[in-house]
Each structure stands twice: as C-alpha cells, then as structure tokens.
Nanobody, 124 residues
Framework: QVHVVESGGGLVQAGGSRRLSCAAS????????MGWFRQAPGKEREFVAG????????YYTDSVKGRFTISRGNAKNTMYLQMNSLKPEDTAVYYC?????????????????WGQGTQVTVSS
C-alpha cells in the first residue's frame, strides 16, 4: 500500500520562499508519477506540478512556472516542491499525490494515493 505524507507548510510573506516535502512509502516508485496539487478555500483542487519518477521529467501549471521547482530528493522516495516568489494567491492546502504510470497528468481523479495536505499561507 502506497502512503504519502507532506510537510513544510506554514506562513510566509509575499515574495518569500518555502519548501514542501513529500515522503512516500510502499513502493517501488520507478513506474509512478508524483505530483503536487493545491486547494484554496472555495475552489477546486488544482494541479501544481508533477514528476515522473523513472526519468525525472517534470511538468508545471502555467501559474507557477519559473517560481516553483519539483524535484526528487537524495533520500529514497522523497520529493520536494521549492516555492519562490510566493504570492497571496498561492495560499492553499498543498497535497502530495501519486499515481501508477509514466504520464504526468493534471486530473486529480487519476491519482490514486493522497496525503493529508499541508497549509501554505502567503501574507501580503
């Protein structure tokens, strides 16, 4: 059974940075895609970034390109989301998710495994 746990959320000022971590267990993950999603109050959950565990291919939603970086950590089955130049509109609960397969997709329903989420609040 795959299990993912996020950490690293908190309060940050606009223009600041924050790094989220996701620890995954129950793999192997060589044939999985890992992703970050977020959900702001009153809004639908949206895709933020994804990474193919097999070859490191990454993909970002337009609103975070150039500001956020998804990466695999040196520790086994660890993933990060480095968030720079944060804006108040980045405020949301951020979720780590995983899905079997090689393709990075944005549809949340296609991800089988989810963490509990970590709150990121960006103050103006």
């Amino acid at each position: 059974q795959v299990h993912v746990v996020e950490s690293g959320g908190g309060l940050v000022q606009a223009g600041g940075s924050r790094r989220l971590s996701c620890a995954a267990s129950g793999g192997p993950f060589s044939n999985h895609v890992m992703g970050w999603f977020r959900q702001a109050p009153g809004k639908e959950r949206e895709f933020v970034a994804g990474i193919s565990w097999s070859d490191g291919t990454t993909y970002y939603t337009d609103s975070v390109k150039g500001r956020f970086t998804i990466s695999r950590g040196n520790a086994k089955n660890t993933m990060y989301l480095q968030m720079n130049s944060l804006k108040p509109e980045d405020t949301a609960v951020y979720y780590c998710a995983a899905r079997p397969g090689m393709a990075i997709v944005e549809e949340s329903r296609l991800y089988a495994y989810w963490g509990q989420g970590t709150q990121v609040t960006v103050s103006s």
